[in-house]
T-cell receptor
Framework: GDSVTQMEGPVTLSEEAFLTINCTYT??????LFWYVQYPGEGLQLLLK?????DKGSNKGFEATYRKETTSFHLEKGSVQVSDSAVYFC?????????????FGRGTQLTVWP | DGGITQSPKYLFRKEGQNVTLSCEQN?????MYWYRQDPGQGLRLIYY???????QKGDIAEGYSVSREKKESFPLTVTSAQKNPTAFYLC?????????????FGPGTRLTVT
């Protein structure tokens, strides 16, 4: 079945450090891939997405490239800020399915110190 | 402003009582979803609905029930049969379109049962 595996946290960085959060997936079809962010006490917000191989999603300085050959969608940011502290979720939707459900990873807690 | 509202933000109940969580959206989305979030476990799908008067069980439907009588509303009832109901509950909605697909999330309801 479909599933997402992302690196376990927590991840602690100093401001302006480089961030990578790894995400790999297993899918029976040809999935679309997403990164969501959750700030404390809130719901999830879509950060970026990619719908086909080699697509790069980007938003607010974050980037992720859909790599079909390695079944990966790693999240990166060149210089993190304190305001980036949140929980990040990788997710997939199987495009071969008519059902709209998402499969989520367990989330990675990021804390950025000034 | 278009969006998803969940109420209340915090809910307290005694063990053995049923409780209903509200979810309303004004995005004109066809599909709606309920997730449960526990620390370190990511999001798990409880129920989802793609059209009015139709819904499907997700991965952890036992002890929960839903209804979809109106397009904009998808209430979740946590019954006394749910063994560990204390959690953060998130409602989401999406369009049915494959290429415009994005799940929008509400702010969540934190349920505590004692």
């Amino acid at each position: 079945g479909d599933s997402v595996t992302q690196m376990e946290g927590p991840v602690t960085l100093s401001e302006e450090a480089f961030l990578t959060i790894n995400c790999t997936y297993t899918a029976t079809g040809y999935p679309s891939l997403f990164w969501y962010v959750q700030y404390p006490g809130e719901g999830l917000q879509l950060l970026l997405k990619a719908t086909k191989a080699d697509d790069k999603g980007s938003n607010k300085g974050f980037e992720a490239t859909y790599r079909k050959e390695t079944t990966s969608f790693h999240l990166e940011k060149g210089s993190v800020q304190v305001s980036d502290s949140a929980v990040y979720f990788c997710a997939l939707k199987d495009r071969g399915s008519t059902l709209g459900r998402l499969y989520f990873g367990r989330g990675t807690q990021l804390t950025v110190w000034p | 402003d278009g969006g998803i509202t969940q109420s209340p933000k915090y809910l307290f109940r005694k063990e053995g009582q049923n409780v209903t969580l509200s979810c309303e959206q004004n995005l004109n989305h066809d599909a709606m979803y309920w997730y449960r979030q526990d620390p370190g476990q990511g999001l798990r799908l409880i129920y989802y609905s793609q059209i009015v008067n139709d819904f499907q069980k997700g991965d952890i439907a036992e002890g929960y029930s839903v209804s979809r009588e109106k397009k904009e509303s998808f209430p979740l009832t946590v019954t006394s049969a749910q063994k560990n109901p204390t959690a953060f509950y998130l409602c989401a909605s999406s369009m049915a379109s494959e290429f415009l697909f994005e799940q929008y999330f509400g702010p969540g309801t934190r349920l505590t049962v004692t």
